[in-house]
């Protein structure tokens, strides 16, 4: 970001972008690098902790009296996503830190109404089934389908 965060959101979304570039990061350093003020972080921490989206990891401190809350996102954390670029359907489930759980990957026919609605229902169905054999529940998931709905142009 190249300005300071205004709102909450705003703030959410510095924050969690950070995490997630970092891995890992102290309330100061996330507050530096993400150009807000020190006490900032604080409200929208205890939230996303709330929501499960993060955790607080407790570290030995690197210098007398340094930090040792490491904040990061909560691996436990499973998302999905179905996305149509072209004539290809991408579908995955990965952890909020980007580790990739499963994914495949299928061609798009050329779309129709109905056979856009038989090709994401079935793509709907491989993170139902993976999540069920690995007892994993999908805090979120996420669907792209660009160009779909848009009249042909001449």
């Known amino acids: 970001m190249s300005e300071r965060p205004r709102s909450r959101r705003q703030t959410r979304v510095a924050i969690l972008g950070e995490l997630l570039q970092s891995g890992g990061i102290f309330r100061r350093a996330l507050a530096k690098a993400g150009r807000l003020c020190e006490v900032s972080p604080s409200h929208t ?3 996303l902790k709330a929501e499960g989206l993060i955790a607080e ?3 030995p401190a690197l210098y007398f ?5 490491l904040m990061s ?3 436990s954390v499973a998302l999905g996503a179905i996305e149509r670029t072209g004539q290809r359907l991408s579908v995955g489930v990965a952890s909020m830190s980007g580790q990739s759980h499963g994914s495949a990957r299928s061609l798009f026919p ?3 109404a109905e056979s ?3 090709v994401f229902h079935s793509a709907l169905a491989l993170p139902r089934h993976w999540t069920r054999r690995h007892h ?3 805090s979120q998931i996420d669907i792209c389908a660009t160009g779909l709905g848009r009249p042909e142009l001449p």
């Open 45 to 47: 921490l205890s939230d």
């Open 57 to 59: 990891v407790r570290r």
């Open 65 to 69: 009296s340094g930090p040792t809350a």
């Open 73 to 75: 996102l909560d691996d």
């Open 110 to 112: 050329t779309p129709t």
């Open 116 to 118: 856009a609605s038989q």
């Open 136 to 138: 994993v529940e999908l």
